[in-house]
């Protein structure tokens, strides 16, 4: 450790250099005990991808140890068409190491990390939502509520809430209603599929124009990453037309982890996406899966109550923080 000339401890705070990824990740382990990482999801979550600035990821160290860190990042590729979010930024996380709190580590990392988002012109900033590469979908303040209190006195406030929730699949067997209501819906002509090659073009289609480009941008990365299609089951209404899908097994090849999921708002109500859902949970189930889970949906929305009408319990609640700022 360092020391300036009163003797005290001193914390050097600077950009990401080759050779801090070990001790990142080391360090990481040892603050985030609750969500820890590997060096493979590190690469590819931050290392690899193309908004990554070295600079926006602060690196806390003393002497030859990091003790902290906190990621800025603004987009330099546009997730879908030329948008550039000009005026938004993301802190994905952010972490100090036990013995080094205390000592305002982390108040400096993110003042440093936020300074640097609004060099670049961000004006609005949120922890923790950043697409695609989500580290958390935001801050679980019940499991580190220091973190809450640093957020909030730097200007962060509550946006909206995600809920994470789990099933266990041992035992699972569809229900008849879910069978009686698939068996409807196929005399009406509708189809389930796992999707062609071919069908995968309008799957892009429905999720990027109906649910936002990183939903699409989701598929198409796990698929090339090698997912196989019977992950994916498709719909398609009597005249052709794919009105929503269901899959697993779309973030870092993880078979238990259920979504994204989708259905047309127009076909709500007519029980296509509890068919859906079960379809796939069924699927996940003969992979000897003993569990399903996902990390974001709202708690309240139409996707919430059919998930807890599955028997999906609430595991984890995320609170997604803005914070606004003049420009300069």
Known sequence: MGKDDGGAVTTGIRGFRAGDGPRVVEAWRRSVPADPITADRFRTLVLLDPNFDPEGLRVAVDGE???????????LTPMAGTDLEPEQGWIP??????????R??????????????????RTRVDFSSYTPNYVFPGLDAEAYPEAAGL?????????????AMDRGLVGYRRP?????????LTGRGYRF??????????????????????WACTIRACLTAGTPLDRIVAARDPDGRMVGWAMHGAFDAVDERFGPIGVLEEMRGTGLGEVLLHL???????????SAWFL????????GHLYRKTGFTTTRVFRVLRREAAPR
């Open 93 to 102: 996380f952010f972490f100090v190491t036990p013995e080094a709190r205390g």
């Open 65 to 75: 140890h990091v003790v902290g860190a906190a990621y800025a990042v603004r987009r």
């Open 280 to 290: 796939v949970l069924e699927r996940m189930r003969a992979l000897r899966a003993h």
């Open 193 to 214: 599929a796992t999707p062609a090659d071919d069908d995968l073009v309008d799957l892009l289609a429905l999720a990027g124009r109906h649910f936002g480009p990183d």
């Open 151 to 163: 957020l909030e006195s730097l200007g962060f406030r509550p946006l909206y809430e995600a809920a």
């Open 104 to 121: 305002g580590v982390g108040r400096r990392l993110l003042t440093e990390a936020l300074d640097w988002l609004h060099r670049h012109g």
């Open 176 to 184: 008849d209603e879910v069978t009686h209501r698939l068996e409807q």
């Open 296 to 303: 974001w949906t709202g708690a309240q929305s139409p996707a």
